[in-house]
């Protein structure tokens, strides 16, 4: 009996009723084919079983020497620590670390679509970023290994913190100081695309107030855009409240800062009467002695690269789901 024929471009593009040069485009560069006419493609790929020339290459050399990583285009501090421990962690490898920034919920559904059919990596790191069931399925029948951080799934690898217990954590910490008057003050411009972890650190600060019967008043909960300056503005409409806080908790260290300068230009003492904790850890934290929930985001990039290169070693072992620690660093401010 003769093999079955494997399907090919033109197959593809037949099934499809599109040119060959969309498939192609939409294999090598998805962000210039529109969503309607990838989903399309892709389900007849799936369908098919088709696999790129490239992508069988690469399987029968088994190496490309190349590590991915789709980061959302954004520049908060904490992704580029993250970025850093990566990249520290694979220099000493020999491995090519190449980044994908994506700046639409579009771009990152294309990269997603076409990254697995390529053959040009030999793994994926996937920073903050949402993974659906079928891209998830995609990565595993086209043998792409793949660690997700911060946004976990049961059928791939994960490195995870618990931004609850953060927010826990922050509360409990202040009360244990004696106030009673804590308002929490987030950010709120993570693009659409992306994964928000505020409104999980923003649940567990209530759910401790509320145990310890402590009134959590509305407008004691401010958002502001991811800016020192517009943060500042935010912190001094709370300090000049007729009732104001005693302390704050920010959901991330740069908006702490903020609060901060606007604690200086109001001329109140911290942490005698304002107390500031912020979460994250960064490198910034320290210069400022900023009390802060650590998540300890160098290490989570090292770890998700040593996870990743144990996958590519034994492709069948199972998933491994890490869930880091987080670690309350206490300095000046609180």
């Known amino acids: ?77 904490s992704f580029i620590q993250r970025l850093r421990g990566i990249a520290e962690t694979l220099s000493s490898e020999n491995y090519e670390l190449v980044i994908y920034t994506v700046d639409s919920n579009d771009h990152l559904q294309g990269y997603l679509s076409s990254l697995p059919f390529t053959g040009n990596l030999d793994g994926l790191i996937i920073l903050s970023l949402p993974v659906d069931d079928t891209q998830v399925r995609r990565l595993i029948d086209h043998g792409l290994p793949a660690v997700l951080v911060e946004y976990p799934h049961p059928k791939l690898n994960c490195v995870e913190i618990d931004d609850v217990e953060g927010g826990y954590m922050a509360a409990t910490y202040l009360l244990g100081k004696g106030h009673r008057r804590i308002a929490f003050l987030g950010d709120t411009d993570l693009p659409e695309y992306s994964i ?98 650590s998540q300890h985001l160098d290490e989570s990039g090292r770890l998700a690269v040593e996870i990743l290169l144990a996958q590519i070693a034994a492709p069948t072992r199972t998933p491994r789901h890490v869930k880091l620690s987080l670690t309350l660093i206490e300095r000046q401010t609180a």
Not at 52 to 59: I, M, N, S, T, V
Not at 265 to 270: D, E, S
């Open 1 to 77: 009996m003769p093999a079955l024929k494997k399907p090919t471009i033109y197959d593809v593009a037949k099934h499809a009723g599109v040119s060959i040069t969309t498939v192609s485009r939409m294999l090598n560069a998805p962000d210039k084919v529109n969503s309607i006419t990838r989903e399309k493609v892709l389900a007849v790929i799936d369908e098919l079983g088709f696999v790129p020339k490239a992508e069988a290459r690469a399987r029968a050399m088994q190496h490309t020497g190349r590590i991915g990583v789709i980061s959302p285009f954004f520049t908060a501090p």
């Open 196 to 293: 928000h972890p505020v409104s999980l650190r923003l649940s567990g600060f209530r759910r401790a107030l509320k145990e310890a019967r402590i009134k959590l008043p509305d407008t004691f909960v401010r958002l502001a855009p991811y800016s020192q300056e517009q943060t500042r503005q935010v912190a001094k409409e709370l300090l000049n409240l007729p009732d104001p806080p005693t302390a704050i908790f920010a959901a991330t260290d740069f908006q702490a800062l903020g609060v901060l300068k606007a604690a200086r230009q109001l001329n109140i003492k911290v942490p005698e009467q304002l107390a500031v904790i912020g979460f994250d850890d960064l490198d910034m934290a320290e210069y400022a002695d900023l009390t802060t929930i």
